[in-house]
């Protein structure tokens, strides 16, 4: 009969066999890079904000209505004491809104510490592209309206085929 192992040179053992058989880690360089952002739709369009630029997301809040003001300004609110206009971003661009209000939020963006909400359709949620199978091909002409306020991200722009 051969000679016993105690607990810990057992463990010792078991350790030793798992490393042997267990597969590298993959190198830090193999990781896949990836662009976030929250999606949203506009009536049957789809588009990504980035996630840098949107504080939340509401569900759509009780709005006071300005009187004198266009008919996409949707009205103001109170974000937790403080107050934010609200744009119908679907309406500043021109399309009608294709789903009840039970689907509608509210983008909250915050740029250079200025608050505003855009009501949009939907949410899509959360999205994430990989940076190496993004088509850089200029867009296509979806929405004439939206063109002005469509860009790449400043990462991107460099690395864009010029025309």
């Known amino acids: 009969m051969g000679e016993s192992l105690t607990a810990f040179e057992l463990l010792l053992d078991i350790d030793r066999r798992c490393r042997l058989l267990a597969a590298d880690l993959p190198l830090q360089e193999t990781r896949l890079q990836t662009w976030s952002g929250i999606g949203f739709r506009l009536g ?3 588009f990504v904000a980035p996630m840098g630029e ?3 997301v ?10 004198g003001v266009k008919p996409w300004v949707a009205g103001v609110t109170n974000l937790r004491g403080q ?3 609200v744009t119908d971003l679907g309406g500043f661009l021109g399309l ?3 789903q009840g209000r039970k689907q509608r939020r509210v983008l909250v963006v915050d740029h250079d510490e200025l608050l505003a909400g855009l ?13 190496d199978g993004l088509d850089l091909a200029p867009p ?3 929405l004439g309206s939206a063109a002005p306020f469509i860009g ?12």
């Open 152 to 163: 790449y991200p400043e990462f991107l722009v460099d690395k864009m085929p010029k025309m």
């Open 140 to 142: 296509s002409p979806l």
């Open 83 to 85: 107050l934010l206009p």
């Open 96 to 98: 009608e809104a294709h």
């Open 58 to 67: 509401l569900t759509a809040p009780r709005l006071s209505r300005i009187p």
């Open 54 to 56: 949107v504080a939340e």
């Open 119 to 131: 009501q949009v359709d939907e949410v899509l949620g959360l999205q994430h592209f990989a940076l």
């Open 44 to 46: 049957e369009h789809c």
